[in-house]
């Protein structure tokens, strides 16, 4: 099985900076996309960043310019660093891995537990 350990969430004042940190283990071949996703209460679960295997990146446009993924790959982790931040970023954020090739086939759709992100202004 694969399992996700999330950390970085926290309080933090508009304008500061948190750095979200996600490591997978088990035993994984390889893993495909990777991303965040948050979900404000009320809200439903929405994309925030994603990056391919290649490195290829996207963002929610209310992210863009302020926030960046990264991944590494030889840790079979993914980051988010959250700059400028916002009351509005204010969200669960959970990290998911939308590929994992393991060791008899592949693993779609992996969730973390979610780290608390607080803005306050």
């Known amino acids: 099985q694969v399992q996700l350990v999330e950390s970085g969430g926290g309080l933090v004042q508009a304008g500061g900076s948190l750095r979200l940190s996600c490591a997978a283990s088990?035993?994984?071949?390889?893993?495909?996309?990777m991303g965040w996703y948050r979900q404000a209460p009320g809200n439903q679960r929405d994309l925030v960043a994603s990056?391919?295997?290649?490195?290829?990146?996207n963002y929610a446009d209310s992210v863009k310019g302020r926030f960046a993924i990264s991944r590494d790959n030889a840790k079979n982790t993914v980051y988010l660093q959250m700059n400028s931040l916002k009351p509005d970023d204010t969200a669960v954020y959970y990290c998911?891995?939308?590929?994992?090739?393991?060791?008899?086939?592949?693993?779609?759709?992996?969730w973390g537990q979610g780290t608390q992100v607080t803005v306050s202004s």
């Open positions: 998911n891995l939308r590929r994992v090739l393991v060791p008899g086939g592949t693993i779609y759709n992996v």
């Open positions: 088990g035993n994984i071949f390889s893993i495909n996309g």
């Open positions: 990056i391919t295997s290649s490195g290829s990146t």
